[in-house]
């Protein structure tokens, strides 16, 4: 079983959900989002979700496209991302990235699972990807004994929902809402009966992402998700921060928030 | 393969439209159940016949197509070359792009969907979007860079003119593949209600496919045409590549005429060597772009370089993802023309034959003075070239009066 299945048994055996926080690599700097990170986990955050930047993000809202922004104007480099995923392993929290198909494509498949792998990270989540057209990443994270989340979503048909948890491994990704990623002031009605529906297919974790930004919501994410994938709330305590010790305070303190509310489960 | 092989218009795309390498769908899997009802219900339009009696009628009492087929005489004794211009400048609204709109929106309508979106760079995209909404009685939201609102802020107008909301788009390098991306995120989140109207033959599958098929009437009506005039199909035809509509609109009735040289112009800007350009073949390399895989201008990490070009819409960095096979199976050639040689194009049509061209057509005409000596000197003879006069030069004539200092200085 991959870092992250055991993250999830450990956590469901503590009757709580996971608490996974992203991050951009390289925001505000490389050093930054390494601190920023360690930051996270040390007040709670179980799992690192490390978003390599990518300059045309689709499926982000305006605060991951900014917080991107920043770090591709700071000139981080895909190397750079596997970089930080070493050193915030070294923390002992799983770490997964996530990207866009085009960074992976142009480092190399292969080459990418490859060195992600001796990095010490857990796997890959695929925004842009879906299984039809992942063969060759299929290939290279069997290869190298990679995760692969690919996403579920509202619209998904339910031969489509079998077919994508079929090719994940670790945990799949529900996306909750129809739209792209950024706190809104409600969770989604449509989670709790997509993520019933991935039950039905698979007995593999299921993290819900897109909204989350308060310990209630968390909370109630928590009532019938394993994971609850928070970004940008996370994301917005360093952009809205007068310097960087009071971003990491303030994502500190949301940390702690969000972890406590994983562990009080509203039904 | 190569340029005599029997036509492969049959075979590609494949069912899940890869054009050899190229094509495909990367794209979010929100948005995949309506890329899949989009195709469900454009492969039923086209094999119904009341659908394409509509659409027909639509192109020709509406959009005033079959467009003509003229005889350039004045601009082809300057080249060398008989030039035959495809006056898809004399369209409703001035450009190929109504074809694709009206084929798109009638399906918009089988599809039961209220609302379009759109991105647009140059605007006549998004004008087209907003003449078809209006007509259609949808609701019409245009996505378009900041940049370009400014440099075509005549097209803006007319879309507010129509009922359309302009969105200027901040995001990015503040052009066409920022709208792009912005009309992406507005779909995801209203996917039910909402069809995203692309306006060139890219993007995820269907799109490349679909639109293509609606705006093939243009190299249909263009080889018809051409038999009639001169009893012969041409040497050569050109067309400027944007993303690449009225490009494959009018090559692919000549695909399987391997006598017929297939040409495209891409956007060379200050020149592909500065960097500074929009020629995504010529300049670009294999990558996975706005759903699609096919040529990007992109660094080693795969991030999308900025393109450039003086014409708004071919500034993209990306291309239809069957140009990028008709690349690399050698069926068409491909070229960068720069800024300064379309603009000397732009005026030598201007002056010999009293039309003003778009920017971005003024492309293909520099294309087909670039090659016309080298193909006269391989036939022995003239060569016979149609230009896809993609669009007319109403929207350009501030950038054009700029470039050519020829505007009185404003109070
Ligand atoms: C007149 C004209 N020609 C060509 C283009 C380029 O698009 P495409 O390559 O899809 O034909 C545009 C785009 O706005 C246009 O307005």
């Known amino acids: ?26 925001f505000p700097t490389v050093e930054g989002s390494i601190a920023a990170m360690k930051a996270m986990v040390e007040a709670g955050v179980d799992v690192i979700e490390l978003e390599i930047p990518y300059s045309d993000p689709v499926m982000d809202g305006p605060v991951i496209q900014r917080a991107s922004d920043i770090a591709l104007a700071g000139g981080v480099r895909t190397a750079d991302a596997l970089r930080i995923v070493e050193a915030v392993a070294a923390t002992g929290a799983p770490v997964v990235t996530m990207t866009y198909w085009n960074p992976i494509e142009q480092y190399g498949v292969d080459a990418f699972a490859r060195d992600l792998a001796s990095a010490g990270g857990t796997g890959l989540i695929t925004p842009d990807l879906i299984p039809e057209e992942a063969d060759e990443w299929l290939a290279a994270s069997d290869a190298h004994g990679l995760d692969r989340t690919f996403l579920v979503a509202p619209s998904s048909t339910d031969a489509r929902l079998r077919m994508t948890v079929e090719h994940c491994r670790g945990f799949v990704y529900a996306t909750a809402i129809m739209g792209v990623t950024g706190a809104r002031s409600r969770t989604s009605d449509a989670a709790p009966v997509l993520v019933a529906r991935v039950r039905e297919a698979t007995d593999l974790p299921v993290g819900v992402g897109l909204g989350v930004g308060t310990g209630a919501q968390a909370g109630t994410v928590a009532g019938y998700a394993d994971g609850v994938i928070v970004g940008s709330a996370l994301i917005r305590c360093l952009l809205d921060a007068p310097d960087e010790a009071g971003g990491l305070t303030a994502l500190r303190a949301l940390s702690a928030e969000l972890a406590e509310g994983v562990r009080t489960p509203r039904p | 393969m190569s340029a005599t092989d029997p036509t492969p218009a049959g075979q590609v795309p494949d069912a899940a439209g890869h054009f050899g390498r190229f094509g495909g769908r990367f794209v979010p899997e929100a948005l995949v159940a309506a890329l899949d009802e989009l195709d469900a219900a454009y492969r039923k339009a086209m094999s119904d016949e009341s659908f394409l009696a509509e659409f027909d009628a639509l192109l020709r009492d509406y959009a005033g197509t079959p467009s003509l087929l003229y005889r350039a005489e004045r601009f082809s004794a300057k080249i060398g070359a008989r030039v035959l211009l495809k006056r898809e400048d004399l369209n409703h609204t001035g450009a190929h792009k109504v074809r694709n709109v009206l084929g798109q929106a009638l399906l918009t309508r089988r599809m039961g969907k209220r609302r379009v979106i759109a991105e647009t760079g140059a605007g006549q995209h998004g004008v087209a979007t907003a003449t078809a909404a209006a007509l259609f009685d949808l609701e019409c939201v245009v996505y378009m860079g900041e940049v370009d609102t400014q440099r075509q802020a005549l097209n803006v107008a007319r879309m507010r003119m129509l009922g ?11 052009t066409l593949k920022d709208a792009m991306n912005e009309a992406m995120r507005d779909w995801v989140a209203n996917v039910d209600d909402t069809h995203y109207l692309i306006g060139t033959a890219a993007g995820p599958h269907p799109f490349p496919e ?49 006598g017929v040289r297939l040409y495209g112009f891409e956007a060379g800007g200050e020149g592909v060597e500065t960097g500074r350009h929009a020629a995504s073949i010529t300049g670009g390399t294999s990558g996975v772009l706005h759903g699609t895989r096919t040529y990007v201008l992109q660094n080693a990490d795969g991030q999308t370089i900025e393109s450039h070009s003086i014409s708004a819409g071919l500034d993209y960095p990306g291309v239809g993802p069957e140009h990028a096979w008709l690349h690399d199976s050698g069926r068409a050639t491909y070229l960068p023309v720069t800024d300064a040689e379309a603009m000397a194009a732009f005026e030598l049509l201007c002056r010999t034959e009293g039309i003003i061209p778009a920017i971005e057509s003024s492309h293909a005409l520099a294309g087909a003075l670039k090659i016309a000596p080298a193909l006269a000197a391989e036939l022995g003879r003239e060569p016979v070239i149609v230009v896809n006069l993609s669009g007319r030069g109403d929207k350009d004539v501030h950038t054009a009066g700029e470039y050519f200092g020829i505007l009185d200085r404003e109070q």
């Open chain 1, 1 to 26: 079983m991959s870092r992250i299945g055991v993250a999830f048994d450990k956590a469901r055996a503590d009757g709580r959900a996971v608490l996974v926080g992203c991050m951009p690599a390289g």
């Open chain 2, 210 to 258: 679909m639109v293509r098929d609606f705006v093939r009437g243009i190299g249909d009506e263009a080889r018809a045409q051409c038999l009639d005039l001169t009893g012969a199909l041409p040497d050569a035809v050109a067309a400027c590549v944007g993303g690449g509509s009225n490009a494959l609109g009018i090559f692919h009735a000549f695909v399987p005429d391997a």
């Open chain 2, 164 to 174: 359309a909301t302009v969105v200027p788009v901040t995001t990015g390098s503040r």
